[in-house]
């Protein structure tokens, strides 16, 4: 299964960083960062707006090779946020993605919207390291909690090889309830990815803020907009649920309308802007956003509708 091979790699990747670089250490450099900007108040689209656009940086992705070269995550964040995104989205898996925490680290320093760390989080330690690297939220997956492979340990335990076991959401409640307190005093926002109604009962049983809903199975790969509409109707909706965000599988402004009917807020989309031809209009039409001539930052920015762009709350 892709999922179990991708945590099998972390564990290694993880207990190699923990072996470079000390826990204190990358504490204190997460607490020379700057305040972290608002990620869910950024992402909650009102009534009768576009969905809010994470815009994510992507090279590759084991289920569809490689998609774009992209030399300076800089200059395409910057391109993101001059045409509409309301997030960025930075991978930060080396091996199955192409991604780095540079990456992350460059993006923060370079835009003014909140920046997402997405990678596969089950310690302490990444989340320490994200908000070092200067990410506003972090990704936290139930599906990958659930496995045996994600459990967390210090670096000889996480190199200690273990043998695949069926997924258990009942312990994926446990960590990510303890990751979520973890969060809190990093002060990172957490995106709680769910991909069916098992998994988001899991999220909701912890009071997650920001529920994602991935299209895409983790286990077989297969992207089905149905995940959306299936999930959502299970979710609180009004200013007191959480904010809903579409993931994978959002090519076109038809799948960004039919989630935003289900009750997405927010949608996350990757492969469809770097692999479009001119990735600034492809930013606008996902986001439902107009140019005002002469402006470049995105807080110029106007809805299709002809309101400003807001933070709501």
């Known amino acids: 299964m892709i999922l179990d091979d991708i945590l099998a790699h972390k564990r290694h990747e993880v207990a190699?960083?923990?072996?470079?670089?000390?826990?204190?250490?990358?504490?204190?450099?997460?607490?020379?960062?700057?305040?972290?900007?608002?990620?869910?108040?950024?992402?909650?689209?009102?009534?009768?707006?576009?969905?809010?656009?994470?815009?994510?940086?992507?090279?590759?992705?084991?289920?569809?090779?490689?998609?774009?070269?992209?030399?300076?995550?800089?200059?395409?964040?910057?391109?993101?946020?001059?045409?509409?995104?309301?997030?960025?989205?930075?991978?930060?898996?080396?091996?199955?993605?192409?991604?780095?925490?540079?990456?992350?680290?460059?993006?923060?320093?370079?835009?003014?919207?909140?920046?997402?760390?997405?990678?596969?989080?089950?310690t302490e330690y990444q989340l320490w390291e994200a908000r070092a690297a200067g990410a506003d939220a972090a990704l936290l997956i139930v599906a990958a909690l659930a496995s045996p492979l994600a459990t967390p340990g210090n670096a000889d335990e996480l190199d200690h090889p273990l043998e695949d076991g069926d997924p258990d959401l009942a312990i994926a409640r446990e960590r990510l309830a303890h990751l979520l307190g973890v969060a809190r005093g990093v002060g990172l926002e957490i995106l709680v990815e769910v991909h069916d109604e098992a998994e988001a009962a899991v999220a909701l049983s912890v009071?997650?803020?920001?529920?994602?809903?991935?299209?895409?199975?983790?286990?077989?790969?297969?992207?089905?907009?149905?995940?959306?509409?299936?999930?959502?109707?299970?979710?609180?909706?009004?200013?007191?649920?959480?904010?809903?965000?579409?993931?994978?599988?959002?090519?076109?402004?038809?799948?960004v309308e039919r989630v935003r009917a289900a009750g997405a807020h927010a949608i996350l989309v990757g492969e469809a802007l770097v692999r479009?031809?001119?990735?600034?209009?492809?930013?606008?039409?996902?986001?439902?956003?107009?140019?005002v001539p002469g402006v470049t930052d995105a807080r110029g920015l106007h809805q299709s509708t002809g309101a400003p762009v807001d933070n709501p709350a």
């Open 276 to 291: 479009a031809p001119d990735i600034g209009a492809k930013v606008r039409e996902m986001s439902g956003t107009v140019l």
């Open 207 to 255: 009071n997650a803020a920001v529920i994602g809903i991935n299209n895409r199975d983790l286990r077989t790969f297969i992207t089905t907009l149905d995940a959306t509409e299936r999930v959502a109707l299970r979710l609180p909706r009004g200013t007191n649920g959480p904010v809903i965000v579409s993931e994978s599988g959002l090519h076109d402004l038809a799948a």
């Open 16 to 122: 190699t960083s923990m072996r470079r670089r000390s826990l204190d250490s990358v504490r204190s450099e997460a607490f020379r960062q700057p305040t972290p900007r608002p990620f869910g108040a950024n992402l909650r689209a009102t009534t009768g707006s576009p969905a809010r656009l994470i815009a994510e940086i992507k090279r590759r992705s084991p289920s569809a090779g490689a998609m774009a070269d992209v030399p300076d995550p800089v200059v395409l964040a910057r391109t993101y946020q001059a045409n509409g995104a309301s997030a960025i989205s930075t991978l930060t898996d080396g091996h199955f993605f192409g991604g780095s925490l540079d990456d992350l680290r460059a993006v923060s320093q370079a835009v003014t919207i909140p920046v997402l760390r997405k990678d596969f989080l089950f």
